[in-house]
C-alpha cells in the first residue's frame, strides 16, 4: 500500500539554524500539506500546496518557512532561522481527487 | 470560539464493549469530516471519513455526522486493547483547500 515517508525522523538543531524537512507524498496524489504538533497539542495547519504553489497558509506559517517541490517526488519544508518553540512534530500529509488526507511518519525537531 | 472540540478523557471502556467518541464544530460549512487514530508518539492514521448525515460503517468502525447539531462521532463496536490510542476529529473547513483543523483529541483506554 503506497505510504507518505518523511526524513529525517528526528532532527536536532541549534537555535538560528536552518532545516530542510524533506517527504515523498503518495505518487499519484495532487495536494500537498504540511502540520505541526507540539508536545501534549493538538495538530495544526501550516501549509497547502497544490499545482506547484501554496494555495493557503496559517499564520504559523510566517517568512521564516517555505515549501518547495523541487521534482516530481519530494516536497520539503524549510525553517530559515530555527526558534526554540519550532520543536515540534512536523507532519506532511498527501491526497488525492476526494478530501482524505494522509500523514507521513513525521520529523521530531529539537531546536536547541 | 474553539473550532474543533472533543472530550479529552481518558474515555474507558472494557474489552468487548462499545467505545463512543464525540465531536462539535462551529463552521456550520462545514463540507467533510474524518477521524483519525494517533498511537502515543506516532502520526495521525485516516480510519472514517464522512461527508452527509447518517452513519457510516467500516467493520468495527461506524461514523455518525449530524449537520443541523453540528456533530460528528466515532462508535467503535468490540474494543480492543489495539484500539487504546487518542482519536482525533478533524474537519474541512469552508473553502478550496481541504485544510484540516483538528480538535485536541480524545484518550481512549480499553482495559482487557
Known amino acids: 500500500e503506497p505510504e507518505v515517508t518523511q526524513t529525517p525522523s528526528h532532527q536536532v538543531t541549534q537555535m538560528g539554524q536552518e532545516v530542510i524537512l524533506r517527504c515523498v507524498p503518495i505518487?499519484?496524489?495532487?495536494?500537498f500539506y504540511w502540520y505541526r504538533q507540539i508536545l501534549g497539542q493538538k495538530v495544526e495547519f501550516l501549509v497547502s500546496f497544490y499545482n506547484n504553489e501554496i494555495s493557503e497558509k496559517s499564520e504559523i506559517f510566517d517568512d521564516q518557512f517555505s515549501v518547495e517541490r523541487p521534482d516530481g517526488s519530494n516536497f520539503t519544508l524549510k525553517i530559515r532561522s530555527t526558534k526554540l518553540e519550532d520543536s515540534a512534530m512536523y507532519f506532511c500529509?498527501?491526497?488525492?481527487?476526494?478530501?482524505?488526507?494522509?500523514f507521513g511518519p513525521g520529523t521530531r525537531l529539537t531546536v536547541l | 470560539q474553539k473550532e474543533v472540540e472533543q472530550n479529552s478523557g481518558p474515555l474507558s471502556v472494557p474489552e468487548g464493549a462499545i467505545a463512543s467518541l464525540n465531536c462539535t464544530y462551529s463552521d456550520r460549512v462545514s463540507q467533510s469530516f474524518f477521524w483519525y487514530r494517533q498511537y502515543s508518539g506516532k502520526s495521525p492514521e485516516l480510519i472514517m471519513s464522512?461527508?452527509?448525515?447518517g452513519d457510516k460503517e467500516d467493520g468495527r468502525f461506524t461514523a455518525q455526522l449530524n449537520k443541523a447539531s453540528q456533530y460528528v462521532s466515532l462508535l467503535i463496536r468490540d474494543s480492543q486493547p489495539s484500539d487504546s490510542a487518542t482519536y482525533l476529529c478533524a474537519v474541512n473547513m469552508r473553502g478550496a483547500t481541504n485544510k484540516l483543523i483538528f480538535g485536541t483529541g480524545t484518550l481512549l483506554a480499553v482495559q482487557p
Open positions: 500529509a498527501s491526497g488525492g481527487q476526494v478530501n482524505e488526507q494522509f
Open positions: 464522512i461527508y452527509s448525515n
Open positions: 505518487s499519484n496524489h495532487l495536494y
